[in-house]
């Protein structure tokens, strides 16, 4: 990779470099919604360059960078949003370039509000870590037999709600339904006692499909725009008591949190990587050529009220046994037709150690090994008023490409 170097001021250690430049969507007080750039710990307002025709050559509408989602932007095709964000890279390292000569519409990241980066009309979730579907198979069905007979045949995965993703920093309330209390035999209609959180990653579709359309793993890059973190919520005994036959339900659709800016798939390039070996051998459709899994290391923290954060998990995603191009194609294979804008995450991203384990029915282990917190205290589960937070970047010959963050406080439900 060229070494590049750019004119602004950069933290060493920022997840935003000039190899990165994610897209996402702000605000400042009293102003609407719009298109934005990450550089550093600042970004860069897109709008007004786009007013004073700089993109023109690039892109065909300037209004595109006015509005308050990045669907409309995406679906103007990678060769005109990845040029967009070239464009910017060489400005950042001229000086005189018009982006020097408009240095106020460089903003501080802590000044400014940040928002959902694309309406998303459809999410699903997968399943695609081995090691996590092993240890809850062993948690919970047959510590000899824990993987379902389908699990290494197909990306298992389910259409989830899209109306409750939410953007980093807003909180969530704990959520109520029916559980079922040890040795009862009825539900109670309680609060949730074992929320949880799942260590995960999604990508945003970035082209459409016509309903019979089926998109191949050697396709599924040029329909994925770029890559987000995203915690999605559990809460565990809700969903053990509602998920046979028909899976997730209120156990999930309460919420799920993603951080604001979105990587995209060109930034990611560098961290490729083989995936595990896939054995039995998958079909023909499922076959890929290439390395499909990134290097991007992940943490997860949980910060007490009034306490410092401890880092509870250590994981990568890399470990995935299903890549996305894979999951895509798996999604499609049917005809089911994706829009610009839709969501699909990776499911819980676990990795062999202990440590490295995506959730904390994991590492707890079903709430039989407690994790102590910075204050002494100890967590099987979350507890209201703690706050959820996970990291991720990939990095590689001193070139750094991540995502910042997503957090949330658990507050108590209503």
Same mark, same amino acid.
């Given at each position: 990779m060229a070494s590049l170097t750019p004119w602004i001021s950069i933290p060493q250690d920022s997840d935003?470099?000039?190899? $990165?430049?994610? @897209?996402?969507? @702000?605000?400042?007080?009293?102003? =609407?919604?719009?298109? #934005?750039?990450?550089?550093?710990?600042?970004?860069?307002?897109?709008?007004?360059? !786009?007013?004073?025709?700089?993109?023109?050559?690039?892109? =065909? &509408?300037?209004?595109?960078? !006015?509005?308050? /989602?990045?669907?409309?932007?995406? #679906?103007?095709?990678?060769?005109? /949003?990845?040029?967009?964000?070239?464009?910017?890279? /060489?400005?950042?390292?001229?000086?005189?370039?018009?982006?020097?000569? $408009?240095?106020d519409l460089i903003y501080p990241q802590a000044d400014v509000k940040m928002h959902l980066p694309v309406k998303i009309g459809d999410y699903t979730?997968?399943?695609?870590?081995?090691?996590?579907? &092993?240890?809850?198979?062993?948690?919970?069905?047959?510590?000899?037999? #824990?993987?379902?007979? $389908?699990?290494?045949?197909?990306?298992?995965?389910?259409?989830g709600r899209a109306s409750s993703i939410i953007p980093s920093g807003q909180p969530i309330l704990r959520p109520k339904g029916q559980v079922v209390a040890k040795d009862a035999k009825d539900p109670s209609y309680q609060p949730s006692g074992r929320l949880d959180f799942e260590l995960e990653m999604a990508f945003i579709?970035?082209?459409? /499909?016509?309903?019979?359309?089926?998109?191949? &793993? !050697?396709? !599924?890059?040029?329909?994925i725009f770029g890559m987000v973190l995203f915690n999605d919520w559990s809460a565990r005994d809700i969903q053990k008591w509602e998920y046979v036959p028909l899976g997730p339900f209120l156990g999930k659709s309460f919420a799920s949190s993603v951080s604001p800016w979105v990587v995209p798939l060109e930034a990611l390039d560098p961290f490729r990587v083989p995936g595990p070996e896939q054995n039995p051998p998958v079909l023909p459709y499922l076959n890929y050529m290439g390395n499909k899994n990134y290097d991007i290391a992940l943490e997860v923290g949980i910060q007490p009220r009034g306490a410092t954060e401890t880092i509870v998990s250590r994981s990568n995603f890399q470990y995935m046994y299903w890549n996305m191009a894979q999951q895509l194609a798996h999604h499609t294979i049917n005809g089911c037709n994706v829009n610009v804008g839709d969501m699909m995450a990776s499911g819980t991203i676990s990795g062999k150690s202990e440590d490295s384990y995506g959730s904390m029915l994991e590492l707890a282990w079903a709430g039989s090994k407690p994790l102590k917190m910075s204050d002494g205290s100890e967590r099987v589960f979350i507890n209201d008023y703690d706050t959820v937070i996970m990291r991720g970047h990939a990095e590689k010959d001193g070139v750094r490409v991540g995502f910042g963050e997503v957090r949330a406080q658990v507050l108590p439900g209503k």
């Open positions: 935003f470099s000039i190899y $990165n430049l994610p @897209f996402g969507i @702000f605000s400042r007080q009293y102003e =609407p919604p719009r298109a #934005a750039i990450a550089i550093g710990d600042k970004l860069i307002d897109l709008f007004p360059l !786009a007013k004073q025709g700089f993109f023109d050559e690039l892109v =065909p &509408t300037r209004t595109v960078f !006015a509005e308050p /989602t990045l669907n409309s932007f995406i #679906a103007l095709g990678k060769k005109i /949003t990845n040029g967009v964000r070239l464009l910017v890279q /060489t400005w950042l390292c001229e000086e005189g370039s018009p982006l020097h000569q $408009n240095q979730d997968f399943y695609s870590s081995i090691e996590h579907a &092993t240890n809850v198979g062993k948690m919970f069905r047959d510590p000899e037999n #824990a993987l379902l007979p $389908n699990w290494k045949h197909i990306p298992v995965g389910y259409h579709i970035g082209k459409n /499909t016509e309903l019979g359309d089926s998109i191949s &793993t !050697a396709e !599924a890059e040029d329909y």
